[in-house]
C-alpha cells in the first residue's frame, strides 16, 4: 500500500508517495500529469540501476523522457553541472510545462532541483530519492542548489517538488556506509523534535543496523512527518525551519576543509551533532546527560566521531563563518536544551568557536 504524507505551505501542496517498487507503478506516473518534456537527471551509479526501469515505466504511462546523466559524487554538485542541465532542457526545447526528474541521492535532487528552479525562472521538478539520506530529507522542503569553492550550498534557491516518490526497494542497493549516513539524518530529528524517536531507535538499533523493511519504512515516514511540519510553518528558514540544521555549521565547515572527500555528508553530521552537544554543554545550554545519550546512540551505529590531526580549529571555525547560518552579528548554532528539543542560538563569535574547536580537537 502506498503511504502518502502531504507538504503544504503558503503557494504550494505536494505529496510524498513512500512504498516498495513505486518505480514501477504507472498509474501513479500517470496521475502526475508530466506533459511538454521530461528531463530525468540522474549519476551513472544510479542510471545503470534505476533508469531504465524508471523510462519503461513512462514509457507504459505514455510519457516520454530523456535523460542527463552526470558523473557520481558530491565533488559534482557544480555550477558546471548546473549548466549542463540547462544546456539539455535548452536543447529539447522544454517549455514552462516539462519537467525534471531528479533520480538519485541528495546531490542529483539539490542539483536538478536547482536547474528546473532556473530554468524558464521555474519548473516541475519531481523528486525521486534513492539513498536513506534523500529520503529522510533531502528530497522534502524544496532547498535546491549548488557548492562552491567558498563552501557547501551556498549558491542555490528554494523550489518545492510537485510530487516525491519514495521507492523504499531502491534502498536495496544502497551500500551500508550510505545507509548509516541517512540513518545520521533520522537521529537529528529524534535530538531536536522527537524523544519517542530517539526511544525507538535505541530500541530498535539492531532491526535498523539489520535494514529490516519495517524499521525503514517507520524512520522515512517518522522523518518526511516532521519535516513537512517544519517546512510547513517557516518555508524559506526565516526560523524555526533552522532547527533542521542540526550539526550541519559544523558539518559543513569539516567537510569543505576536507574538499568533501574525508566523510559521506551523514557522517559529517554525526560528528556535527556530536561537537554542538558538546559545546552546548561548554556554555550551559545542554546537560551532560543529554550528551552522552547522543553519543551512545551514533556510536551504536558506528559512526566514527574522531577528527584528523591535519585540520585547524582555526581555519574550521573561519570556514562556520561562510556558513549561511552567519551574519554580521556572529554564527548561529542549533543546541540541545534536552533530548527532543532544541534552540536556535545566535551571535557566537569566531574566537569563541575557536577555542572550542581547539579543546576538542586537542582532548
Ligand atoms: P549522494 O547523492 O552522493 O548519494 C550517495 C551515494 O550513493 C552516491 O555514490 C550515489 O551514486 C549512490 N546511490 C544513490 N542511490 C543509490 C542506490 N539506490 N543504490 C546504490 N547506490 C546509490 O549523497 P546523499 O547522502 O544522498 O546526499 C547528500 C547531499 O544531499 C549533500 O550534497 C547534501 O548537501 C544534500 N542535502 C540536501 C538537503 C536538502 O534539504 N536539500 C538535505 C540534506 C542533504
Ligand atoms: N536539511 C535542512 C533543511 O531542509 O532545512
Known amino acids: 500500500m502506498v503511504d502518502s504524507v502531504q507538504v503544504q505551505g503558503e503557494g504550494f501542496a505536494y505529496p510524498v508517495h513512500i512504498a516498495a517498487g513505486l518505480l514501477d507503478d504507472i498509474e501513479l506516473w500517470q496521475q502526475a500529469s508530466l506533459r511538454d518534456g521530461v528531463l530525468i537527471v540522474s549519476n551513472d551509479v544510479v542510471a545503470d540501476l534505476y533508469l531504465a526501469r524508471l523510462q519503461q515505466t513512462l514509457q507504459r504511462a505514455g510519457i516520454s523522457a530523456s535523460s542527463c546523466i552526470l558523473p557520481d559524487g558530491e ?65 522534502v522542503g524544496g532547498k535546491t542548489g549548488v557548492n562552491v569553492a567558498q563552501g557547501k550550498n551556498l549558491i542555490g534557491a ?43 531507535l535505541e530500541q530498535h538499533a539492531a532491526a535498523v543496523l539489520r535494514r529490516e523493511t519495517a524499521a525503514i519504512e517507520h524512520m522515512i515516514r517518522t522523518s518526511v512527518t516532521h519535516k513537512a511540519a517544519v517546512v510547513a510553518a517557516d518555508t524559506r528558514e526565516q526560523g524555526r525551519r533552522a532547527v533542521l540544521n542540526y550539526g550541519h555549521s559544523f558539518a559543513h565547515a569539516l567537510e569543505s576543509q576536507t574538499g568533501y572527500t574525508q566523510w559521506l555528508h551523514g557522517e559529517a553530521v554525526a560528528i556535527g551533532m556530536h561537537l554542538a552537544a558538546n559545546f552546548g554543554r561548554s556554555i550551559g545550554c545542554t546537560d551532560q546527560h543529554c550528551v552522552e545519550r547522543q553519543l551512545a546512540l551514533l556510536k ?26 552567519a551574519d554580521h552579528a556572529g554564527i548561529t548554532l542549533v543546541l540541545l536544551r534536552s533530548i527532543g528539543e532544541a534552540v536556535i542560538k545566535p551571535g557566537f563569535e569566531l574566537s569563541q568557536l575557536h577555542e572550542f574547536l581547539q579543546h576538542s580537537m586537542a582532548a
Open 75 to 139: 565533488q559534482h554538485k557544480s555550477i558546471a553541472n548546473w549548466q549542463l542541465i540547462l544546456d539539455q532542457l535548452l536543447t529539447m526545447h522544454a517549455n514552462r510545462r516539462s519537467s525534471v526528474i531528479a533520480l538519485g541521492g541528495g546531490v542529483i535532487g539539490d542539483l536538478a532541483g536547482f536547474a528546473a528552479a532556473c530554468y524558464m525562472r521555474g519548473i516541475n521538478v519531481i523528486q525521486v530519492p534513492t539513498t536513506l539520506l534523500a529520503q529522510v530529507d533531502a528530497s
Open 158 to 200: 528554494f523550489h518545492q517538488p510537485g510530487m516525491v516518490v519514495i521507492d523504499t526497494d531502491t534502498l536495496a542497493t544502497l551500500p551500508q556506509r550510505e545507509y548509516l549516513a541517512g540513518v545520521a539524518e533520522v537521529i537529528k530529528y529524534a535530538m531536536i523534535m522527537d524523544a519517542e524517536l530517539c526511544v525507538w
Open 300 to 325: 551504536r551505529f558506528g559512526f566514527d566521531l574522531s577528527m584528523p590531526q591535519q585540520l585547524q580549529p582555526q581555519q574550521l571555525a573561519e570556514a562556520m563563518l561562510m556558513d549561511k547560518k
